[in-house]
DNA sequence: CGCTCGTTTGAGAGGACTCAAGGTAGGTGG
DNA sequence: CCACCTACCTTGAGTCCTCTCAAACGAGCG
């Protein structure tokens, strides 16, 4: 948990719901609010030329995302999307920067947690210019391990389709190229699930 | 200029002396010291699969650069060089983390261009993972235009090669690109000067 | 002049994307 | 139990275009 919710209503958060698929905001528009999530999933994607979307970051409960944009005051560089039905608690502008002020241990916990992000944007960096689809989807494998999301067996708890939305692939290539890794035994595939060590 | 250099002087940073060219810290090295350009240029990069040099960042005097890896306790997931000759003061750990406590302005600071890196890395994002030279290159120049690195004239202040370590394009790629941007009339070259508007 | 760095052009090959079609699995409802 | 739906996975064939490799030109500098 990020803000505990009791702090957030001190300051005047309320609550909204989002139903499944539902645009939170756009890419583009003007940051208003703070957000953070009381239970569901959301995805920040922007769009490519060729219209694949691009998974930019997934959050979960406790999580808040959108922050950036909101405290410099500049348009949101990606569009978030409620996963499953959410509930996000939204914390204006001006709320939110009086809350942080007077809480400097929350203060700091965002700054580690920017450090985090920052550190991971920098890894997918390194991934989307390897112009390899084997390298961009072992390294993608890699930073999900470090970042413990794999599965103790070391299944990937991603489906084809989300493999290619966060590497910048195309379905089918990642199918192949995940095929291809099989034979080099870098993966295992049982079931069509993926394993990885 | 960031933090001010009596303040690290204070707190122990000594300055330290590189020349062109040399490597400052390595990619899966631990994180030891904070760094501060007292007076040159560096460049954080990474390498991809087919040896090509993709440029995270470029930092110039009074920057510093190298912080979340030092923070996280994380290997560097880049490597610095210096690219002019640069005195960089250095700062351990420790004294970096009790001068942050120590000086919540500072802190703050900090977390401002933190929240700029993040914006940054995110339009970086959506550049690489567009597959088409095209866009990759006009989403570069907005996000310099953005930024303000580009000249009143709109002169790209960038070499060819420079633009194919920002885009993870090849060198040749980049100019055959700018060539029918330039028929497109969407860029304009002037004795190999590049200009976008 | 010779060296380095950046730029340019050409020809060729490889491979990712595109489009189209079909297969598989899980869940729902009659 | 079976038909149906939806979402995900798989495969094939063909095109396009980026990368690769090679060569050469221009500018700046010692």
Redesign the pocket.
């Known amino acids: 948990m990020h803000i505990d919710v009791d702090t957030l209503l001190a300051y005047g958060a309320t609550p909204k719901e989002w139903h499944k698929g539902e645009l939170i905001f756009s890419q583009g528009n003007e940051a208003r609010y703070f957000h953070q999530i009381d239970s569901g999933m959301v995805k920040m994607t922007s769009l490519t030329n060729?219209a694949?979307e691009f998974i930019q970051g997934v959050f979960n409960d406790g999580n808040s995302f959108g922050e950036p944009a909101l405290m410099l005051g500049k348009p949101y560089p990606a569009s978030a999307y409620a996963v499953s039905d959410s509930i996000i608690y939204r914390l204006s502008k001006e709320k939110f920067l009086l809350l942080l002020e007077d809480h400097p241990v929350l203060f700091k916990k965002l700054f580690h947690i920017f450090c985090e992000r920052l550190y991971c944007k920098t890894l997918t960096a390194n991934i989307l210019v390897n112009?390899?689809?084997e390298e961009k989807l072992i390294g993608f494998f890699d930073k999900i391990k470090s970042e413990c999301k794999l599965k103790e067996s070391g299944l990937v708890p991603y489906?084809?389709?989300q493999l290619a939305d966060y590497t910048?692939?195309?379905?089918?290539?990642v199918?192949?190229?995940?095929?291809k890794l099989s034979d080099k035994k870098i993966v295992a595939?049982q079931d069509?699930k993926v394993f990885y060590k």
Chains 1, 2 share one sequence.
Do not use: A
């Open positions: 060729d694949k112009n390899s689809p489906t084809r389709q910048g692939l195309r379905v089918e290539t199918i192949r190229t995940l095929s595939i069509h």
